[in-house]
């Protein structure tokens, strides 16, 4: 089964600082995504990538960035945290947009 | 542009009941179309998926889903839930080469023993 593991599981994080959210999938897809879950907006997709060396923005990518050193790993960064960013953060990766997602746990982000 | 739509923030059923969750997509071909389950604190799991077909699918744990072209749904069914159905349900469709994936806002399924 594919394993999507995120790091770290919380973070608790002071305003103007960086923060970097971190994904590791072991099984060789070529899509990984970063999505952000709150109450009220479901899943939104922030970046995602095709591949090592590709990112591509979301439907909110202001405030963040992506960076896909290789296909098995696909970090999410926030240079400059503000509270906004308080959030639940989904690592997910697929082969294909019609294959399953595979989802990591979550990360719980805290911007104070 | 695709867009998915759950009308139903929250439902809430008694255990032992039947289930229809809603689920309306906005797309001009056909898409990819998906059922996906997040339980407390863990990610989302797939249920099922459907492209072409037979418009009933059937999933784990005895959960189907209809597709309707006509009616551009995708509805979850269940002929009798269990406690542990409790969750929040999303639907999701993907279509074309982007490989973008568009999720409703979910639904919470609340089952009273």
């Known amino acids: 089964e594919a394993a999507v593991t995120q790091s770290p599981r919380n973070k608790v994080a002071v305003t103007g600082g960086k923060v970097t959210l971190s994904c590791n999938q072991t099984?060789?897809?070529?899509?990984m995504y970063w999505y952000r879950q709150d109450t009220g907006h479901g899943l939104r997709l922030i970046h995602y990538?095709?591949?090592?060396?590709?990112?591509e923005k979301g439907d909110i990518p202001d405030g963040y960035k992506a960076s896909r050193p290789s296909q098995e790993n696909f970090s999410l960064i926030l240079e400059l945290a503000t509270p906004s960013q308080t959030s639940v953060y989904f690592c997910?990766?697929?082969?294909?947009?019609?294959?399953?997602?595979?989802f990591g746990e979550g990360s719980r982000l805290i911007v104070v | 542009a695709q867009s998915v739509t759950q009308p139903d923030a929250r439902v809430t059923v008694s255990e032992g009941a039947s289930l229809q969750l809603r689920c309306k997509y906005s797309?001009?071909?056909?898409?990819?179309l998906f059922w996906y389950v997040q339980y407390p604190r863990q990610g989302l799991q797939m249920l099922l998926k459907?492209?072409?077909?037979?418009?009933v699918v059937q999933g784990v744990n005895g959960f189907e889903a209809e597709f309707s072209k006509s009616d551009s749904s995708f509805h979850l069914r269940k002929a009798s839930v269990h406690w542990s159905d409790s969750a929040v349900y999303f639907c999701?469709?993907?279509?074309?080469?982007?490989?973008?994936?568009?999720f409703g806002d979910g639904t919470q399924l609340v089952v009273k023993p």
């Open positions: 099984n060789n897809h070529n899509n």
């Open positions: 797309y001009s071909a056909t898409p990819y």
């Open positions: 999701a469709v993907s279509a074309g080469n982007n490989n973008r994936i568009f």
């Open positions: 990538s095709y591949g090592a060396g590709s990112t």
């Open positions: 997910a990766s697929g082969q294909s947009s019609g294959n399953t997602l595979y």
């Open positions: 459907y492209y072409s077909g037979d418009p």
